[in-house]
């Protein structure tokens, strides 16, 4: 074999490798949030409610957020993209998204019909993303204000929320209880 096949081999060797090394990041698809994550929203808080209760879920997620909100848009890019965190959520509870600066008519669990805005107004929220977990029975259970960027917090959020662990000790005491025993 001469120097220059050894060479070719080489480097086709070295191609090869690193082809090899990169598919695991080339097999991570990512889903579009709107379609993968949050369930289609008609408006009527009741009624995901009761989808919630027929498709055998622990409750009902709503996240509030608005199109120029900079951590919504990463929790978007980095999170709620994931299968892993779609298929979760979506086996586990109701997710829908609200848009506190949009129009669109909300029905709340009272029956009250008013804009998004109105709506978001009405339930204090404050900052965006913010995350509220509701019980089967329409009680708001847990409120989470803000993004969290690593999809395996998010996924423990989750979990805490739909133990009820949330009735026994803040989040970050559960996330730091977690990680002490994983």
Known sequence: MTVTRVMRTLARLVVLVAGIALLPAALAVERDPDSHFFMPFLGDLRDELGEARTDGRKG????????????????????????????????????????????????????????????????????TPTFDFYALDGARVYRHVGGLFEPADFLLLGRFVAIGAYNRQSFEDFRQATQKGS
């Open 60 to 127: 009902l997620l709503v996240m509030y957020h608005f199109e120029e909100c900079p951590s919504c848009q990463r929790m978007r890019r980095e999170v709620l993209n994931r299968p892993e965190v779609q298929d979760w959520y979506r086996r586990t509870f109701r997710p829908i998204a609200i848009d506190i600066r949009g129009a669109q008519p909300i029905t709340d669990l009272n029956g009250k019909t008013q804009s998004e805005r109105a709506y978001g107004r009405a339930v204090k929220i404050r900052g």
